[in-house]
């Protein structure tokens, strides 16, 4: 599979297609929701974050998916092995959220039903996010005050083509990001003096079925910030989003495959996971812990989430030939298939 490089301009054509399709390691590419011509519905926009330590992770979501929107909150366990999701949906906002056409400005709110989640961005890179989610446990109300250091480095971005001429995604992917605050879960209060996380950036048509995996790792090796973005299964990709975060430098890779295993006919998720690319660079094994899952049908409309977390243990090799080894850091690994 060739890498191509994105250049710089509009997104999208007069036509709404794709004006070019490859990678970068900035939002090269300017994007404007007025510009697509695809079919409305298909529109889906979300900015994801997601946070944490070797005790917890919360991970904060909000979408407009033009027939719907949603804001999302889980919180994973590391101690206990355990997680709680709860969303809140909302219909028809076709566009009414005003997501950010970029991933380093702009704000986001949602407010619905007793749930509200924002994201701000000021004028020096520094992000806040918060969050209250009444009832999130029981009669438990969640909170959460989390505020991140401007990106230090390269992110890696991809504008991906799919069958459909007038379908794309535009993702953007930021690994490393630091941070601190507090979250709380009734009387409960847990303070994040030294947390990393991401932002899963997505802005796109897409088609009705798809099947996508992901992997993200924020962390620091031998004093040294390393991340892992690695990704594949969705469009038509003239390049990979697969990285290696070392120091704020993006180290690309090309194709990765997760090995999952499949017993009795079925995927088990909670078992050791092999995670590969086809040049060497990268030779992983992930340890699952906590099995994040959510299946949904509604009519048409289907989910089925796997987002595990676990530990990683291996090696990765950077652009220079220098060794990295990975031991005992916390991340996730998904399989996600949808029909929305």
């Known amino acids: 599979m060739p890498n191509r490089l994105l250049e710089n301009g509009e997104l999208l054509d007069a036509n709404g297609v794709l004006c070019d399709s490859g990678y970068a390691y900035s939002q090269v ?19 994801y974050y997601g946070f944490g330590d070797d005790r917890y992770f919360v991970a904060l979501t909000v979408a407009d998916n033009s027939y719907m929107s949603l804001g999302s909150v889980s919180l994973i366990d590391y101690k206990y092995l355990t997680y709680t999701t709860k969303s809140k949906i909302g219909l028809f906002p076709r566009g009414k959220l ?39 446990s029981g009669k438990k109300t969640f909170k959460c005050e989390l505020t991140l250091d401007p990106p230090d480095g390269d992110n890696i971005t991809v504008a991906v083509p799919f069958a459909k001429r007038k379908q794309f995604y535009y ?27 991401g932002l899963d950036w997505g802005r796109g048509v897409w088609p009705h079925k798809n099947k996508w ?30 990285v290696i975060f070392y120091n704020g ?10 090995d999952i295993p499949y017993t009795l006919g079925q995927f088990d998720f909670l078992k050791p996971w092999k995670i590969n690319d086809d040049d060497g660079r990268l030779d992983l094994v992930f340890y ?49 298939i949808n029909q929305w």
Not at 38 to 43: D, E, F, V, W, Y
Not at 101 to 126: H, L, M, N, P, Y
Not at 171 to 182: A, D, F, S
């Open 249 to 258: 430098k993006a180290n690309k890779i090309n194709n990765v495959d997760f």
């Open 29 to 47: 590419k300017s994007y404007d929701r007025r510009a697509i011509k695809g079919q409305s519905l298909r529109i889906k926009e979300w900015d």
């Open 213 to 242: 995996y992901w992997s993200s790792l924020s962390c620091e090796v031998d004093g040294n910030e390393f991340g892992l973005n690695l990704g594949y299964g969705f469009g038509k990709p003239t390049a990979t989003e697969n």
């Open 98 to 136: 005003d997501m950010p056409s970029s991933c380093s400005s702009g704000d986001v709110i949602f407010r619905k039903g007793g749930v509200t989640i924002e994201f701000a961005t000021r004028d020096d890179g520094t992000r806040t996010l918060s969050c209250e989610f009444k009832k999130f």
């Open 288 to 336: 699952p812990i906590v099995d994040r899952k959510d299946k949904m049908r509604c009519f048409n409309l289907m989910t089925d989430q796997h987002q595990v977390f676990g530990k990683f243990y291996g090696k990765a090799v950077l652009d220079d030939g220098t060794i990295v080894t990975v031991t005992d850091k916390i991340g996730f690994a998904e399989q996600v």
């Open 171 to 197: 993702n953007t992917k930021i690994n490393c990001l630091k941070g601190k605050g507090r979250f709380e879960l009734g009387d409960m209060r847990y303070e994040f003096n030294d947390g990393r996380g």
